[in-house]
């Protein structure tokens, strides 16, 4: 079936490096991926997503690179902050009826002061 | 303020004891959807619904239940409860397509 793969698990950087996980689909013709936030303990949050006629979106600190051709997605993170670490999600929607949004296994990134 | 309630936030149970699982959402969102999370797994479909009296089944339905009489509430159901149902549980919601999409604060289902 149709699935998502995220790398890396874990991620470990220093305060103020740049962070970057990778995200590969399988179904061609999916065409939105958002990228989710998850603190310890509290809910997915959307930080950023894109579409698929655009190939780079940027906000403030995160930005989102898409290759559509290569059928991979990137968030990266710049100066990473303490209050950065927490579990990243990058999900693709697949084509279908209803537009099923499929899940990464998550990546959880930890910045060190 | 637009959100998701889920309730309750946690439940500690016993295998075949049956429960439900509310939610709700005040965005008037057609879509919503049920989520489970588990370490290394990331976040699963078990059902969801494009509206009213309009569900079906995600990638890992079996054991749950959901029904959507109406197009705030989406509850699930757990028949007969299971310890491999413990689990992290979301509930979800978006508008139109292409939307992202709202989760609740997550239920902790513990089954013994």
């Known amino acids: 079936g149709e699935n998502v793969e995220q790398h890396p698990s874990t991620l470990s950087v220093q305060e103020g490096d740049s962070a970057v996980i990778k995200c590969t689909y399988s179904?061609?013709?999916?065409?939105?991926f958002p990228w989710y936030k998850q603190e310890l303990g509290k809910r997915p949050q959307l930080i950023i997503d894109?579409?698929?006629?655009?190939g780079e979106k940027k906000d403030q600190r995160i930005a989102v690179t898409l290759n559509k051709t290569a059928k991979h997605f990137s968030l990266h993170i710049t100066e990473t902050q303490p209050e950065d670490s927490a579990v990243y999600f990058c999900?693709?929607?697949?084509?279908?009826?209803?537009?099923?949004?499929?899940f990464g296994a998550g990546t959880r990134l930890a910045v060190h002061p | 303020e637009a959100q998701v309630t889920q309730n309750p936030r946690y439940l500690i149970t016993v295998t075949g004891k049956k429960l439900t699982v509310t939610c709700s959402q005040n965005?008037?969102?057609?879509?919503m959807s049920w989520y489970r999370q588990d370490p290394g797994l990331g976040l699963r479909q078990i059902y969801y619904?494009?509206?009213?009296?309009?569900?079906d089944k995600g990638d890992v339905p079996e054991g749950y239940k959901v029904s959507r009489k109406e197009k705030r509430n989406f509850p699930l159901i757990l028949e007969s409860p299971s310890p491999n149902q413990t689990s992290l549980y979301f509930c979800?919601?978006?508008?139109?397509?292409?939307?992202?999409?709202?989760f609740g604060d997550g239920t902790r289902l513990s089954i013994l």
């Open positions: 999900a693709a929607v697949i084509s279908g009826g209803y537009n099923k949004l499929i």
């Open positions: 619904s494009m509206n009213v009296e309009v569900t």
């Open positions: 979800a919601s978006r508008g139109q397509w292409g939307q992202p999409q709202h």
């Open positions: 894109i579409r698929s006629n655009v």
């Open positions: 179904d061609s013709a999916s065409n939105y």
């Open positions: 965005m008037n969102h057609e879509y």
